[in-house]
């Protein structure tokens, strides 16, 4: 479509956006029920933060953030139509494959919420009520979904909540206790801190090529079979193994092709695609925002946008753009945006989901196959293990720098970081730095440049020698 | 060999029935918590306790999985001594056969790390009699504590955690009538924080209830002696995963239950919550423990210093001031007696 206008690949900021849109939708651009014009999100859902971002100028990405700006209005209508709605919270990609082989039942995660004060640039109070439940500017701003929880302005309230426990975050789980302290209810399934198996232990093969002994995948497996209990029991009929298959082979149909576009934007020798447009077609693997069929198409087209730019030579930044690999997701989208301005590009990504882009396994019992994949969490295991997966991909995307985005008061963040940089250093001597990002960096944006630009000016120093 | 937990999850009689020395470190008397020098974020105690890692080639340290701080810090101490390090994943689950299934494979792995630091392989009898011990002291120490002062308390439970021995609980000097029950609730308590004890004495309150994880909390796990001489092991884990009371388990009801017991037993009028840097697990408990107990909390950032800086003391000063002034309200003072019986007091000889 871009093409047809004789438009090339760039980016827009939301008025010239609004702009397009008409001279699109004059063109015959058709678009799902969700569409309309990028512009009206901030006058209708108070998502200030997209005034200050720029976006692809594709019809495909314009379909992406729609998809994604609409969520909330589709869950609740998906209520209104009886459908049942499950709130899974932490394992990040596992429940809501299951959750989604039951017709009729709708996951997300409230996680997500964690991104609305930056895209309502705070003024929905969320983060100030937070602080008044007790749970103040010290933790992760995760803690946005509390309030959501209570307010309802937000997200519909779930008809169960399920949440992993055990390895993980515990900023996460310390705001989820604090949750079920609200009122709200939580069946919570362990999480065993993944290990190299022993010398001689049983293993087995985890998604990504990692190993796990087979006891942890076994335990895992256990506490699937609780949750899957659970499932069947929101919806008064057993979730089958068939259907469990059936909704594998789905999950992977998004994850097929998250993989190709990947392949295909980090690979390019020019970026055909933004960071962020990369980021939320990441995102949308975790719970397929809330509709797998259309993910499925959103990611398609976005694919088909992505091949025939490459195939085209096209490129949306410039060609000597330095490759850059981001660690953990960014608190404020802006930040992505501002690397691309001072002249980087992502070439590869670890938003703390990796484990929600591989392939699940298809010849497997479909909870080993569940629990091998919940298991592969890079969250759950070591750090060097993290580190190990970041370096690979870091060679493979030839990326000339690294930065771990830290999301403040998150407890994991403060080692990681530190042991991803130091492996990265010394295994592909790649240049890093590791920049905090609260939910609206505006204040810091200053710092966050010249760290940024500090970054950027030693991996083209790089190049010279 | 002297192998070192980092809590007390973690069971000691166990190592102890591999025939080597098992010592908490929080007790460790060169746990250097100022030297630790934490970056943004990270837990002092978990720094300070890599830091004692590499200083000591001689001996090893059991981590537990039961928080962030202590998992990446364990990442830490694998790089620098793999074959010392040992993380033992407890599960913050309870209620469910995995969590069992769990808690005993970790409990042989943690076997087979220890034989292959030179422990020897655990014999019935000798575990069935070190869980008997344990019952024993455990339960004593316990019972002790109304008599007792927190400071000298503090020393029998670190001593207890050291070396497995039994201190004498000699019954300790009256504080004032007046001075305020409080309960010390949150993390590890190290040796070098036990300043904070006397701090809060010297401000007008006492430390009825020292519900830190280096406390009376620690001293809860007891095991079936009638399952252990079938199954020593399964009383172990019974024993732990039966009885431990902690902020991580999931939901974390236990805690809450325990503490209300406590409370109400002590007439506690205050909660002091104290944390060490970057404890999500802990601060996030705060509020949530105002409305359950419907009590004034003070939270106290653990610092490097032994808890009593002059901004914690101007803190606990005006902290116990309030208490001081509401009990002066009749009604309030009318709950500021002398405790009842310690609840663990009465505990059955022979536990659940």
Partial sequence: MSESLGDAPRKLGLDAWDQRYAALRQAGLSEPEYGGPLGRHVFERGDLRLRHLEFDNSAAALRLWNFLLTENERLRQARTRGEKIVGTMKDLGTVPVMAYALPRVRAFYPDGAWWTPCLMECSDGLLQQADLQGIDGSFCPVRALLPAFETEAHFPQPDWLVCSTGAVCDDFTAIAQRLERLGHPICWWEMPRRRSPDPGEPACTLPGGGLAPAVQVQWVRDEL???????????????????????IREANRVRRLLGALREAAHGAPSAPLPALELLVAEMLTLH?????????????????????????????????????????????????????????????????????????????????????????????????????????????????????????????????????????????????????????????????????????????????? | MQIFFSSPWI????????????????????????????????????????????????????????????????????????????????????????????????????????????????????????????????????????????HAYAAAVARFHWDGSEAVIEPSGPLPAEAVPLALVGGPLPMAHWGLIEALERAGGRVALNATETGERSLLPQFRLDQARTD??????????????????????????????????????????????????????AQSLREAFRLPVLVLEAGEGAGDSPRSLGRLEAFLELLKSAASNPAVAATADKPEAHPATEASEEPR
């Fill in chain 1, 225 to 247: 079979e609780r949750v899957r209990a659970g499932l069947s029991g929101l919806v008064g009929q057993p979730l089958t193994d068939e259907q469990l298959r059936d909704g």
């Fill in chain 1, 288 to 465: 397929f925002c809330s509709d797998r069929d259309e993910t499925v198409a959103v990611l398609a087209e976005l694919l088909v946008e992505v091949q025939t730019r490459c195939a085209q030579g096209h490129a949306v930044l410039a060609a000597n753009a330095v490759r850059v690999y981001w660690v953990n997701p960014v608190a404020d989208l802006r930040v992505l945006n501002r690397l691309e301005e001072w002249g980087g590009r992502v070439c590869g990504s670890d938003y703390m989901f990796t484990h929600a882009l591989d392939l699940i396994p298809e010849t497997l019992p479909p909870l080993e196959a569940l629990a091998r994949t919940a298991l592969a969490d890079p969250m759950v295991g070591p750090t060097a293990d993290r580190a190990e997966r970041i370096v690979a991909e870091c060679r493979a995307w030839g990326a000339e720098a690294l930065v771990v985005a830290r999301i403040p008061g998150a407890s994991h963040c403060a080692r990681e970081g530190a042991i991803i940089r130091e492996e990265v250093r010394a295994k592909v001597g790649l240049p890093t730095i590791d920049l905090e990002i609260p939910p609206v960096c505006d204040a810091m944006l200053p710092t966050l440049d010249s760290r940024l630009q500090a970054l950027l000016e030693a991996a083209r120093a790089r190049r010279s020698t």
């Fill in chain 2, 11 to 150: 069971p000691a009689e166990w190592i102890r029935a591999h025939g080597l020395e098992a010592r908490a470190l929080g007790f460790a008397p060169d746990l250097d918590l100022a030297a630790a020098r934490p970056g943004a974020g990270v837990c002092a105690y978990a720094e300070a306790v890599v830091g004692w890692l590499e200083r000591h080639a001689e001996s090893a340290a059991v981590f537990a999985s039961t928080c962030d701080q202590m998992r990446r810090a364990f990442d830490i101490a694998t790089r620098r001594a793999p074959s010392r390090s040992f993380l033992f994943n407890v599960p913050a689950t309870w209620q469910t056969p995995t969590a069992g299934q769990m808690f005993r494979a970790e409990l042989e792995r943690l076997g087979r790390f220890l034989e292959a630091l030179g422990g020897r392989a655990p014999q019935a009898e000798d575990l069935v009699r070190r869980l008997a011990d344990s019952n024993g002291k455990r339960r004593r120490l316990l019972a002790g504590a109304p008599r007792c002062r927190a």
């Fill in chain 2, 232 to 285: 020593p092991v399964a009383a172990l884990v019974h024993g732990y995963l039966g009885h431990s009371v902690d902020v991580f388990q999931r939901p974390n009801t236990r805690l809450y239950a325990w503490l209300g017991q406590q409370v109400a037993a002590w007439r506690i009028r205050g909660l002091v919550l104290w944390h060490f840097v970057g404890c999500d697990l802990w601060r996030a408990e």
